[in-house]
């Protein structure tokens, strides 16, 4: 009792009396017979202190802490054993004593909330510190541990709050790791089943991990296990970063060929998969054919809506313009091939509004090309000339001429 009385007396006047005396309080601290409490106290008159610059006696005041919490025997003594271990933890991060990583990685497992009397706090501050000293050695565990946070299912309110402080550390840790591998489990975290506020908070991080998560993104679209909302979220996510844009263009073409090789009678995974086709055919748009499976894609995108009984003509218009901006070989030849279809298609039908429509956006779209093709040229001076096409539809192809030049 004594004691606890003295300790108390520096809480109030030890700032003044001892700030500048570490000795004091490390010999205060490594008492053989020193409570959790008044280790506790000492911990709390440094903090208050403000030192700085002393990062190694943080560092021996965890590893007594880890050393000793065999010896806990109450609550009492656990809150004390918390709250000491919070104060070393932060100033540890404070003062980015890497030496002491592996000590806090100890941290993070005797105080994971998997057991029922840790209440998160402890293990949040440890695996923020992680992040902060620089511990680049554990990213590997700590992306373990949030993947498994991220498949948790947890019915109790209580166990979700206690969880989700953890969740909070490991998404600190990865920021400030930079380690690309931690890029996959923040962003599910992202999407995944916190409260709003942990999963902003994931966002918010995701472009401080890395700034070209390209791979790892192409990664999650093509994963079969993945739904199109999940596919669909890690397209914008990569819309999101500082990648450059040969990276988003690649990124692009795989989202618009997963947009139709993944099969769902689900209207709004439909909805999803057509979402994230459109988005990456604006990006090919702006940013060009990362390779040539582009081509094969884009006529899916024109051909598959042609056929369909209710046809998505915004689709249809992005993929014309994308060709038309393209202007390659190959995107040339496949405008052409549109048009001879519309045009076989009104010499001798079908031909309807849906025809005539789609005649309207395909020529000028040739003839933004600048295309040199005699093709394209002979089957626009044909339609120009024909009187199968109305003087309005001979415009449309006058006009388109006249944009190829001579």
């Not at 280790?39 to 610059?53: N, P, W, Y």
């Not at 990865?174 to 995944?192: N, Q, Y």
């Not at 990276?247 to 090789?261: F, P």
């Not at 089957?379 to 009187?387: A, D, E, F, G, Y």
């Amino acid at each position: 009792m004594k004691r606890i009385i003295i300790a108390f007396f520096l809480c109030f006047f030890g700032m003044t009396i001892f700030a500048q005396d570490m000795s004091y309080y490390t010999s205060e601290f490594y008492l053989p017979d020193a409570t959790f409490l008044e280790r506790q106290i000492v911990l709390e008159v440094i903090r208050d202190s403000k030192m700085t610059g002393i990062g190694e006696f943080y560092h021996d005041a965890l590893k007594l802490l880890l050393l000793k919490t065999p010896d806990i025997k109450n609550k009492e003594e656990r809150d004390a054993t918390d709250a000491s271990a919070r104060i070393v933890c932060q100033a540890l991060g404070a003062e980015q004593y890497n030496d002491a990583a592996p000590e806090l990685w100890q941290a993070v497992q005797y105080f994971d909330v998997i057991n029922d009397y840790n209440q998160g706090f402890v293990m949040q501050d440890a695996l923020t510190a992680l992040g902060q000293v620089g511990g680049v050695q554990f990213v590997p565990q700590i992306v373990l541990r949030l993947h498994d946070f991220n498949i948790q299912v947890i019915p109790d309110a209580e166990t979700k709050r206690r969880t989700q402080r953890a969740v909070v550390g490991c998404i600190n840790a990865l920021e400030a790791l930079h380690d690309i591998s931690g890029f996959r489990p923040v962003f599910f975290a992202s999407i995944g089943w916190y409260d709003p506020a942990i999963k902003a908070m994931a966002s918010v991080a995701l472009p401080n991990i890395v700034d070209d998560p390209g791979e790892v993104i192409i990664e999650i679209i093509q994963d079969t296990s993945n739904t199109p909302p999940v596919k669909y979220e890690a397209w914008r996510e990569m819309l999101r970063t500082r990648a450059p844009e040969s990276s988003k263009a690649k990124v692009a073409s795989v989202a618009l060929a997963t947009g139709w090789t993944y099969s769902t009678s689900n209207v709004t995974f439909q909805t999803n998969l057509r979402e994230m086709r459109k988005s990456a055919i604006d990006t090919i748009r702006q940013m060009g054919a990362y390779d040539d499976s582009v081509y094969a894609n884009l006529e899916k995108s024109y051909t598959n809506n042609f056929i369909n009984t209710v046809p998505d003509y915004d689709e249809i218009r992005k993929t014309l313009s994308t060709l038309s901006v393209l202007a390659t070989d190959d995107a040339v030849q496949i405008l052409l091939n549109f048009l001879r279809d519309l045009h076989a298609r009104r010499r001798s039908g079908p031909w309807a509004q849906k025809e005539r429509q789609l005649l309207q956006w395909v020529i000028p779209s040739l003839g933004s090309t600048r295309t040199s093709s005699q093709d394209v040229r002979l089957l626009l001076t044909t339609i120009q000339r024909s009187t199968d096409y109305t003087g309005a539809e001979q415009g449309w192809a006058r006009d388109a001429i006249r944009q190829l030049g001579n």
